[in-house]
């Protein structure tokens, strides 16, 4: 049979084809991902093309996958922490053997450098970390039980703006630093109380 086409017609059928489009966004992503893994060159040679044209928008998509990227990343990586504590911790120390796991550590350092710089911290002298140690009576400020070694936790974190100062540093076991990590108390206090 052959096809009946009018200018009409043909708008039709593209105005179906992007409503189509719009109302199954993860068939389309699918899709455009499938054609973009056999034409790769083309692909290329579009997206550079988008990105000469409007460098902004290009940018602000970058961003976007990247934290979309990310946002399961973090969500992977909790749930095998979950599943197999020991496990997580073993390749996690793995990576980090490794030149690209050395290397973030020295990123990681580097930005808490800059941001230390960056929110003015005046540090924390030994005499005043053990003015900190006394006032808590040598107890973790977070779960109450004395230690061997207590690690200096941000209450305010430095990555969320806290200062490396006396009135932002306390006492915490290792365990409760660890878990804390870069959380607000109030973040983490709610998560524990949940789990
Ligand atoms: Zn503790």
């Known amino acids: ?11 039709a059928r ?10 199954n966004p993860e068939a389309e992503r699918a899709r455009k991902r499938a054609w973009r893994a056999r034409n790769p ?11 000469a044209k409007d460098p902004e928008k290009a940018k602000q998509a ?20 979950l599943a197999d504590p020991e496990a997580y911790k073993d390749m996690i120390r793995r990576y980090l053997a490794t ?4 290397q973030m550590k020295l990123y990681a350092a580097n930005r808490r450098r800059a941001r230390l710089l ?12 053990s003015e900190v140690l006394e006032f808590f009576g040598y107890l973790c400020a977070y779960c109450l039980t004395p230690a061997k070694k207590f690690e200096r936790d941000h209450v305010i974190p430095i990555s969320r703006g806290g200062r490396d100062s006396p009135d932002n540093v306390v006492p915490a076991c290792m365990p409760c630093n660890r878990q804390k990590n870069t959380k607000l108390v109030a973040v983490w206090y709610c998560e524990k109380r949940a789990a």
């Not at 049979?1 to 708008?11: A, G, H, W």
């Not at 593209?14 to 109302?23: D, G, S």
């Not at 060159?41 to 990105?51: G, L, P």
């Not at 030149?99 to 050395?102: F, H, Q, V």
């Open 118 to 129: 960056d929110n003015k911290s005046p540090g924390v002298t030994p005499k005043e970390w």
């Open 1 to 11: 049979m052959k096809r009946v086409d009018t200018p009409e017609l043909r708008e």
């Open 99 to 102: 030149e690209a796991g050395r």
């Open 62 to 81: 970058r961003k976007n996958s990247y934290q979309r990227h990310r946002k399961k990343e973090l969500a992977a990586n909790k749930a095998r922490r």
């Open 41 to 51: 060159e083309k692909a290329k040679a579009i997206s550079d093309r988008q990105r």
């Open 14 to 23: 593209i105005q179906y084809a992007r409503e189509y489009r719009k109302k």
